[in-house]
């Protein structure tokens, strides 16, 4: 499973989130973090919405996952990721 995190250099929420997708034990995934400030397309559509994770489907299309709560616990993060794989 490959997942993509959009997110930008000191937002809180993405740090937050990235630091939850570290914890995580129980599932093997690959994770690519990508700034948003280094692509114009990526800045316009998410620059309101970070972070946001998408799943990366075997047609090599992203799927956005739904918003994850910024507090809750990562065995939450892990049955979402559950529910998508």
């Excluded at 937050?16 to 990526?42: C, H, M, S």
Aim: net charge negative; proline share 7%; with cysteine.
């Amino acid at each position: 499973m490959k997942l993509i995190l959009y997110s930008k250099q000191d937002c809180c929420l993405c740090e937050g989130l990235l630091t939850k997708l570290r914890q995580v034990k129980n599932l093997a995934f690959e994770l690519e973090v990508r700034e948003i400030t280094t692509n114009p397309d990526w800045f316009d559509r998410y620059q309101y919405e970070i972070p946001v994770l998408c799943l990366l489907n075997d047609h090599q299309q992203e799927q956005e996952l739904p918003r994850f709560p910024p507090r809750s616990p990562v065995t939450k993060l892990e049955d979402l990721l559950k529910r998508y794989m």
